[in-house]
Each structure stands twice: as C-alpha cells, then as structure tokens.
C-alpha cells in the first residue's frame, strides 16, 4: 500500500516555512508618449509633391542603408489623429521635424 506522506528531508526534518514578505510591485518608470511629427519635404525629396502629414513614430531603425539617412516606422494620422496607415519611411537624419503633440 503507497502512503501519500510528504518526502522529509534526513533525520525528519521538516523545512522552515518561507518568512519571506511578497515584495511591492513597484510600477515601470513612465515612458513618454509617442512622438508624433510633421512629414514633409524637408525629410525627403520622396515627400516634395506631397502634402505634409503627421507621422506617429513607433520605432527607428537601428541601422541604416546610408550614411546621414534614417528609417522610421509608424503610423500616418489624418486630421483627427487617428491612424490611417503604417509606413516605414526612409528619411533625413538632419531634418528639421517639427513635434506637434496635438
């Protein structure tokens, strides 16, 4: 007949009960909110045509194809803020962008 007793340690003694105290969660540190920026010619030729639009950036890339240029990803907004499509855009690193937390 198998007995269901728990497994003590030699000499039949029974480990000490954890006095540890749970730990407080302590919150992540607050990151800043996305960074949104004006799209136009000044950060690419591609862009001269174009009506300037913002840009909510979500991520760079860390490396580029060339030397003063950066790719930036994230989505375009339309008047109202809302995200209208994703775009990947390859830019000016020495571009003026101009930040309209709007």
């Known amino acids: 007949m198998t007995s269901s007793v728990l497994a003590r340690p030699a000499g039949g003694v029974r480990p000490a009960a954890s006095t540890s105290t749970r730990r407080p969660v302590v919150p992540a540190p607050r990151t800043p909110g996305p960074l949104v920026v004006w799209i136009d010619r000044r950060a690419s030729v591609q ?3 174009t009506e300037p639009f913002r840009l909510r950036i979500v ?4 490396a580029s194809t060339c030397d003063g240029w950066l790719w930036l990803d994230g989505y375009q907004l339309d008047t109202h803020g809302e995200a209208v499509a994703r775009r990947k855009i390859l830019v000016r690193d020495d571009a003026r962008f101009t930040n309209s937390m709007m």
């Open 47 to 49: 862009f001269a045509a």
């Open 59 to 62: 991520r760079t890339e860390p």
